[in-house]
Structures are given as structure tokens and as C-alpha cells.
């Protein structure tokens, strides 16, 4: 997946706000026209006039950065929320989320544009472990009819032949599935070396047990995640692992992860480094 880094300069739609994400929030421009594509919306961000913007987006050839994620953009502004986004979210939602746009130009392909969605949705909800709760609609949070083919029937059968319900569920099993199919093929070359994972947060030390992020460090050995959001069951190489799901990240023992993994961990907390070692080449 190519990303093509194209950061706003006007500050009445990128305020410089430093912010944590919570979430990802789907949006579509709206326009139809041709040629209204991810650059020409880039454009319209970037005129000193416009006080809109979105973090990333994405037209059938291409998926255009706008923000750094950790910056708050104005995708999600209204004057009253979903009583739900205030809860999960915050009052102010902007304040901690990432935007997409989806660009439905004529001239360009829908498929193509969609499934470039996919992969950048993907993307981000496994950097930050996060499962597709954690995906919202626009309209999910203010009320708004965007992306009007996820909320609005005429709209939905268009492009889907469905109605919206029905689209926007089929959106979040694509993702549901690329989340939790073979995320990363098994890589035979690290099978039979020291892998260390540097963790971008501490682990956790409860009762003297150490717990580190799953899918984080699974999948750094070449590990297959499996998670049901429904369940909140969570499976590494096919076995079931108890979980503890801290901040919307899934940590489980350090000691009974290793072993799913067929290896031993080691974890250093002053550098946050977790060592994992083949259980074959471990004397100790
Ligand atoms: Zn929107």
C-alpha cells in the first residue's frame, strides 16, 4: 500500500492540535463530479478559506496523507452528538479520531476505490490493535447522512445493490476479514532466530505476571491473530488465548503467549523490549 504524503499548510483546517486516537470515522465527499478526486479534495482542504479536513484521502489510484494521525483534523464537527460517540468517543470528537474520505469521482473506479479503503482501514486498526468497533460512520456520530451509499438506501443499491444496513455491514466484514485472515504469512526465515519486540507502551505487571500486546507481538514472529469482536474471543495460531483488553488492546500472559508461539519471552521493561526465543535453541 502506497501512501502519498501531501500535509496541509492551511491552518484554519489543521489547527497543529496534538491528539490520541480513538477511532476511525468513514466518510465519503460526496461529490460525484468528475475529476473530484482525492488531489482535488486535497486542493479544496488546502485553500485558506476552508475550515474542513480529514486525515487521509483515498480515490481509485491513490491514498492521499492530509494530517499526521496524531493531529486533529475537522471531519467530525457538529452541534450536537450521538448520546453513544459522546460516551465512547469524547464531547468533542474530533479531538480523537482519524478521518478517511472516500472520493466517488465518475471518472474513477468505485471497486478500485473501495478496496484502496480497505487496505488503509486495515492498516490503521491493526497498527493500533483495534478491532472494527472501532470503526464509526460519520453519521454514526453526528447524525449526518455521510457516507451517504453506508446510510442512505438510493445511495446503497447504486453502488452496492444493497441497501445501506446491508453495505455498510458487508464494509465491516471485508475489514473483519482482513484483520483476522493470515494478517502476515508465517515467515520461515525468523522461525529460528531471537526476535525482539520494542513495544510503543509499556507491558503490564499485574500480580507479578507479565502481559504483554498480542497481536503485536504475534504477529512479529510470524503468528496468525484471530479475534471475534462479538466474543472478544482471541486466538493466536489457531489456540485460544485468556485476554485482558486494556485500552482496546488485547494482552495476555507473557509466558502463555510465548508458548502458543512455540517460543519464550523475555521482557525487559526499562527499554519495553520483549526478547523471544525458539523454545529448540533455549538451554535454560
Ligand atoms: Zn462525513
Not at 473501495?114 to 486495515?122: D, G, I, N, R, S
Not at 498480542?214 to 462479538?230: F, H, K, L, Q, S
Request: glycine share 6%.
Amino acid at each position: 500500500m502506497q501512501i502519498t504524503e501531501m500535509l496541509l499548510t492551511n491552518k484554519t483546517a489543521r489547527p497543529g492540535i496534538i491528539m490520541t486516537p480513538k477511532a476511525l470515522v468513514i466518510h465519503w465527499t460526496a461529490n460525484e463530479s468528475k475529476g473530484a478526486d482525492a488531489r482535488a479534495n486535497r486542493s479544496y482542504f488546502n485553500q485558506p478559506t476552508t475550515e474542513a479536513s480529514a486525515h487521509y484521502i483515498v480515490d481509485d489510484v491513490e491514498i492521499i496523507r492530509c494530517l499526521p494521525e496524531n493531529e486533529m483534523g475537522y471531519h467530525v464537527g457538529a452541534k450536537s452528538y450521538k448520546p453513544e460517540a459522546v460516551k465512547r468517543l469524547s464531547a468533542y470528537p474530533n479531538n480523537c479520531t482519524i478521518g478517511i474520505e472516500m472520493c466517488v469521482n465518475t471518472d474513477g473506479s468505485f471497486q478500485a476505490m473501495y478496496k484502496k479503503t480497505l487496505e488503509l482501514a486495515v492498516d490503521i486498526l491493526k497498527r493500533y490493535q483495534w478491532g472494527i468497533e472501532r470503526l464509526w460512520r460519520h453519521y454514526d456520530i453526528t447524525g449526518k447522512n455521510c457516507p451517504a451509499f453506508f446510510t442512505a438506501d438510493d445511495y446503497a443499491h447504486k453502488y452496492f445493490g444493497t441497501g445501506a444496513a446491508e453495505a455498510w455491514n458487508r464494509f465491516k466484514q471485508d475489514i473483519h476479514n482482513l484483520l483476522t485472515s493470515n494478517p502476515q504469512k508465517p515467515q520461515d526465515h525468523v522461525d529460528n532466530c531471537n526476535i525482539q519486540v520494542a513495544l510503543p507502551a509499556k507491558g503490564i505487571l499485574r500480580a507479578g505476571v507479565s502481559y504483554l500486546p498480542v497481536r503485536m507481538v504475534a504477529e512479529a514472529v510470524g503468528g496468525v491473530v484471530g479475534w471475534e469482536a462479538d466474543t472478544k474471543r482471541v486466538t493466536v495460531n489457531g489456540q485460544q488465548l485468556d485476554v485482558s483488553i486494556e485500552n482496546g488492546i488485547a494482552y495476555a500472559a507473557a509466558r502463555k503467549l510465548a508458548e502458543v508461539l512455540n517460543r519464550e519471552a523475555s521482557w525487559e521493561s526499562a527499554s519495553r523490549t520483549v526478547t523471544l526465543v525458539p523454545k529448540s535453541q533455549n538451554t535454560g
